[in-house]
T-cell receptor
Framework: NAGVMQNPRHLVRRRGQEARLRCSPMKGHSHVYWYRQLPEEGLKFMVYLQKENIIDESGMPKERFSAEFPKEGPSILRIQQVVRGDSAAYFC???????????FGPGTRLTVL | QKEVEQNSGPLSVPEGAIASLNCTYSDRVSQSFFWYRQYSGKSPELIMSIYSNGDKEDGRFTAQLNKASQYVSLLIRDSQPSDSATYLCAVNRGRSGSRLTFGEGTQLTVNP
């Protein structure tokens, strides 16, 4: 499967726990983007990364959220001390170049109890 | 004013008809435009991209772009029940950033 891969597909956390979402881009893609879709709302940009660099994090909440894309391995979106309002679908997308088409993974659906 | 606005819908068309989806954007420096289809509970699927003024056709889909009017549309010919989904318009500002800004989506239902 050469598509964007995300895991886990579903994640349940209790308030105060940490959530780690992983994303492996399409083969040959080095640009990764994270988006969040809250229930009954549109897709919102969170962060744009290339290998070992955060290019644009203007959509990230100031606290508790962080992202990385290490030299080896998948991109990680980390949410510390989750709250119920973090319950959403988190989508990763990748592209071959900076302004090229973005292809989405299946998403991780986070539920905070 | 929202950065990307779509006709709110829901839109309902009979099978075999043409479905017309519209989108306007506010930022004149926008350079790339995309249409995604999202089935309920699934991830967005890219169906069309358009970068220059005019029409772009791909099978039953035609995207139209008018940068002067800041308007982009998607036509679906010979609509099928399987086309029933939410259609998302997305805009990329190009050189000044690679983030996609999405509209709220238009829910399309194609009735058999």
């Amino acid at each position: 499967n050469a598509g964007v891969m995300q895991n886990p597909r579903h994640l349940v956390r209790r308030r105060g726990q940490e959530a780690r979402l992983r994303c492996s881009p399409m083969k040959g893609h080095s640009h990764v983007y994270w988006y969040r879709q809250l229930p009954e709302e549109g897709l919102k940009f969170m962060v744009y990364l290339q290998k070992e660099n955060i290019i644009d994090e203007s959509g990230m909440p100031k606290e508790r959220f962080s992202a990385e894309f290490p030299k080896e391995g998948p991109s990680i979106l980390r949410i510390q001390q989750v709250v119920r309002g973090d319950s959403a679908a988190y989508f990763c997308a990748s592209s071959a170049t900076q302004n090229n088409e973005q292809f989405f993974g299946p998403g991780t659906r986070l539920t905070v109890l | 004013q929202k950065e990307v606005e779509q006709n709110s819908g829901p839109l309902s068309v009979p099978e075999g008809a043409i479905a017309s989806l519209n989108c306007t954007y506010s930022d004149r420096v926008s350079q790339s435009f995309f249409w995604y289809r999202q089935y309920s509970g699934k991830s967005p699927e890219l169906i069309m991209s358009i970068y220059s003024n005019g029409d772009k056709e791909d099978g039953r889909f035609t995207a139209q772009l008018n940068k002067a009017s800041q308007y982009v549309s998607l036509l679906i010919r010979d609509s099928q029940p399987s086309d029933s989904a939410t259609y998302l318009c997305a805009v990329n500002r190009g050189r000044s950033g690679s983030r996609l800004t999405f509209g709220e989506g238009t829910q399309l239902t194609v009735n058999p």
